[in-house]
């Protein structure tokens, strides 16, 4: 079991209980759709990854008045892996890898590696594999849920362990939650859609020529999308561009993906609406958050992405603020003493796992003032 040096700092989930526990839906205040956190989910999943390494097991401690877990179990998890030669001391700290290329890219769509990006290929008209219902392929031979599992077939991640069949994306997470499926698989339509656009204008151009085309127009959606919409819908605006810096460093900060892009977690709602054309919720009803997680095949069951799809643009996504609901704080990926984690204990965890300064140190390393009372940055309690 490893440790790192926070024995003076309060246990995780206790402070999860004091601060993030969450009696009932706050909506957000602008009136935002759950596509604002599913797109957030996608855009962290096209730019970091930072695997766990689990020789290095952590288990985090129950307080003994908690009212999901009992003061015997623990919340599992593990220390992210660290750089090769990086944590041998005090002078030379953990440095962590970021597995795929934090250019906003379509990665997500199209893998960072050339073997899975081949295996998502149909090598045929530039397109990428489907399977029935124009979803994403399965990770069988023909890509279908109902043949044989390919040997071959990508590595996703499935945090249950239950799965056997499983969508196949660009990204090890697609199947996380039907959500995010949907927006792994609107972004593979449009590429086949393109496809077949540019088949009709250029007879001539090749398998290769039309898939690349095709992969340029979408990455270009997803970047406009992030920076055109999202990021304003987030309350980010950014400078209008220049010109190209060849001095910046591309990479993603430490403190970004450790902490400041988990901001996600505190938006999402605990149900997922499946709704039809009229706006009627379908005779399944709506779906709770802790029943969906790594459940691929509740699309199947859902008649596809589009009852998701539609849910998602009628439902506003919960305010952000110190609050996360109970399918992601007690419930996630299982029920508590069967394998349920908290997200949030997990990411205060995370923070010092990876060294993430306090509060007052990181705004003075981006050159903003200390604070000295809570009020200088909320009036709210």
């Not at 039309?210 to 999202?230: P, T």
């Not at 993906?257 to 997922?272: E, K, Q, V």
């Not at 508590?336 to 300064?357: C, E, M, Q, T, Y």
Request: glycine letters at 8%; aromatic letters at 12%.
């Amino acid at each position: 079991i490893g440790s790192i040096n926070d024995a003076h700092l309060p246990e995780p989930r206790f402070i999860s209980n004091m601060l993030f526990d969450q009696n009932e839906l706050v909506y957000d205040e602008y009136q935002l759709s759950d596509f604002v956190w599913v797109f957030g989910q996608f855009i962290d999943h096209d730019i970091t990854l930072v695997e766990s390494n689990s020789a290095e097991t952590i288990l985090l401690s129950i307080p003994p008045d908690d009212e999901f877990f009992q003061p015997s179990e623990f919340i599992f998890t593990s220390r992210n892996k660290a750089k090769a030669g990086t944590g041998t001391s005090i002078d030379n700290p953990r440095q962590f890898i970021n597995e795929i290329s934090s250019f906003i890219y379509g990665s997500a769509v199209y893998g960072s590696d050339k073997e899975q990006a081949d295996w998502l290929r149909k090598f045929e008209g530039g397109k990428l594999k489907t399977s029935e219902g124009d979803l994403l392929p399965w990770n069988t031979v023909s890509g279908e849920f109902d043949d044989v599992i390919d040997p071959d077939a990508p590595f996703m991640a499935d945090d249950t362990r239950q799965l056997t069949k499983y969508f196949v994306a660009g990204d090890i997470r697609a199947n996380e939650n039907p959500l995010l499926i949907g927006m792994h698989t609107i972004f593979l339509r449009e590429h086949n859609r393109i496809c077949d656009q540019l088949i009709e204008q250029h007879p001539h151009w090749d398998d290769e020529r039309i898939y690349q085309r095709a992969r340029k127009l979408v990455g270009a959606y997803i970047q406009n999308i992030c920076f055109d919409e999202w990021l304003p819908a987030m309350g980010v605006y950014l400078p209008e561009y220049s010109t190209y810096n060849d001095q910046m460093n591309p990479g993603i900060m430490n403190v970004f993906s450790a902490a400041a892009f988990r901001i996600g977690h505190t938006l999402i709602n605990s149900d997922l609406l499946r709704m039809d054309n009229s706006g009627e919720e379908i005779k399944e009803g709506s779906m709770r958050l802790k029943d969906a997680f790594f459940n691929p095949t509740t699309v199947l069951h859902s008649g596809g992405i589009d009852p998701f799809f539609k849910g998602m643009g009628v439902q506003v996504m919960q305010k952000l603020d110190c609050k996360v609901v109970d399918d992601l704080r007690n419930f996630l990926f299982g029920a508590p003493g069967s394998g349920g984690l908290d997200l949030a204990s997990i990411n205060i965890f995370r923070g010092r796992d990876r060294g993430v300064s306090d509060y007052n140190t990181l705004r003075s390393d981006f050159g903003l003032t200390r604070i000295k009372e809570f009020s200088d940055f909320t009036s709210s309690i």
